[in-house]
């Protein structure tokens, strides 16, 4: 199994432009969680998936973040528009019956 | 006050030294608990599960005190590769939520 794969590795973008992060789980499981990862707040839960429905949203910053999962095997964290603060790592997870997460190897996004 | 405290360091000990790291957890709810390791520029990766009874993995050893809600990682004969963050993990047992803590850093010197 090639793990949880992450694209794109790295985002520079400027201020105001869109940004969409893409994630595909490991095959057969059935939880998807997106992280961010800053040093002053460590990771943070944005929103987590069950079966491709959003089960909790409450950390996700502000409107202008949005998740989906239109399938089993792929989601996208988007940021329309993006800000500086929004400069992170942003990773995916996924995890299966036995509640071990994997995580993907993250993006680096950059707002200039 | 985030739900999940961890002392953040750094811890700086000598090769074969013993560390502990200590992580507390608000939600009483709280059903099952990890510690992570966390490499620099890396992905947080499940260095074990913390059960009630307390548990062993080789040079590691975590407990867990639920009345206390606290779960600690003890590191025996510490080696150079140990150097990394430790993530402090909860799983809610309703929800299914995964919170991490801010993680510790350890750095082993030789």
């Known amino acids: 199994d090639a793990g949880v794969i992450q694209s794109p590795r790295h985002e520079v973008t400027e201020m105001g432009q869109e940004v969409t992060l893409r994630c595909k789980p490991i095959s057969g499981h059935d939880y998807l969680f997106w992280y961010r990862q800053t040093m002053m707040r460590g990771l943070e839960l944005l929103i987590y998936f069950n079966n491709n429905v959003p089960i909790d949203d409450s950390g996700m910053p502000e409107d202008r973040f949005s998740a989906k999962m239109p399938n089993a095997s792929f989601s996208t964290l988007k940021i329309q528009p993006s800000e500086p603060r929004d400069s992170a790592v942003y990773f995916c997870?996924?995890?299966?019956?036995?509640?071990?997460?994997?995580f993907g190897s993250g993006t680096q996004l950059s707002v200039l | 006050r985030k739900e999940v405290e961890q002392d953040p360091g750094p811890f700086n000990v000598p090769e074969g030294a013993t560390v502990a790291f200590n992580c507390t957890y608000s939600n009483s709810a709280s059903q099952s608990f990890f510690w992570y390791r966390q490499d620099c520029r890396k992905e947080p990766k499940l260095l074990m599960s913390v059960y009630s009874s307390g548990n062993e993995d080789g040079r590691f050893t975590a407990q867990l005190n639920r009345a206390s809600q606290y779960i600690s990682l003890l590191i025996r004969d510490s080696k150079l590769s140990d150097s990394a963050t430790y993530l402090c993990v909860v799983k809610h047992s309703s929800a299914s939520k995964i919170i991490f803590g801010s993680g510790t850093r350890l750095s082993i010197r030789p």
């Open positions: 997870a996924s995890r299966g019956l036995d509640e071990k997460l994997f």
